[in-house]
């Protein structure tokens, strides 16, 4: 199993721009979450979803778009890139497993926006 | 309001000394789930240790254990005999019900230094 992995590990934007961040699971894990990680601010969730076709806003939604179309691949797109937006991405995904829950992140996505 | 907070930004240890690391929740949900994850300077996320809120014994993982104090919402993560691999920064999170539709919500972190 790859487990979780995401595409690209490096990314630079100019302002305006947009791209997608790919995340792939291959777990058949329910539960995917894109975060970010700034520095000082902890890992802040970006949307996440709770299986195929249902999506929902975390705490810092807004310049990102999300669909989840298959278990397996939970995309976020970056509308029109802005220099707040560089940040490390992490990708996550989970599942309920006996009385407790299992989540893994991918290895991260570092874009800077320029 | 924070849900997670870690008040301590940088902890120092000696080797092969214990050392806690602090982190308090707020949740009016019965029902909830408290993780820890490290992160070494290569940058992956890697889970530590869990401890759920009907759990009556505190979790044990190898070195690491869970001090949960849940009418204080504390749920500080113990590191015994510490190791110069252990530097690395620490994160708490929570997952609030049994509902299975809420993501896990982290706090700020806690940069560890082992110190030889």
């Known amino acids: 199993n790859a487990g979780v992995t995401q595409t690209p590990k490096f990314q630079v934007l100019k302002t305006g721009q947009s791209m997608t961040l790919q995340c792939a699971q291959d777990m058949n894990h329910e539960y995917m979450s894109w975060y970010r990680q700034d520095p000082g601010m902890g890992l802040r969730l970006i949307h996440y979803?709770?299986?195929?076709?249902?999506?929902d806003q975390g705490e810092v939604p807004n310049g990102y778009n999300v669909s989840r179309s298959t278990t397996e691949d939970f995309p976020l797109r970056l509308l029109s890139a802005a220099p707040s937006q560089t940040s490390v991405y992490f990708c996550?995904?989970?599942?309920?497993?006996?009385?407790?829950?299992?989540?893994?992140f991918g290895p991260g996505t570092r874009l800077t926006v320029t | 309001a924070q849900k997670i907070t870690q008040t301590q930004p940088g902890m120092f240890v000696q080797e092969k000394e214990a050392v806690t690391l602090d982190c308090t929740y707020d949740t009016s949900d019965p029902s909830y789930g408290l993780f820890w994850y490290k992160q070494p300077s290569s940058g992956e996320m890697i889970f530590l240790i869990y401890q759920g809120s009907y759990d009556q014994q505190n979790a044990t993982e190898g070195r690491y254990s869970l001090n949960f104090q849940k009418a204080r919402k504390s749920a500080n993560l113990v590191i015994s005999a510490s190791q110069l691999g252990d530097s690395a920064m620490y994160f708490c999170?929570?997952?609030?019900?049994?509902?299975?539709?809420?993501?896990?919500?982290f706090g700020k972190g806690t940069r560890l230094s082992v110190i030889a």
């Open positions: 979803s709770v299986g195929a076709g249902i999506t």
């Open positions: 999170a929570m997952r609030e019900g049994w509902a299975g539709n809420t993501p896990l919500v």
């Open positions: 996550a995904s989970g599942r309920e497993a006996g009385g407790s829950y299992e989540q893994y």
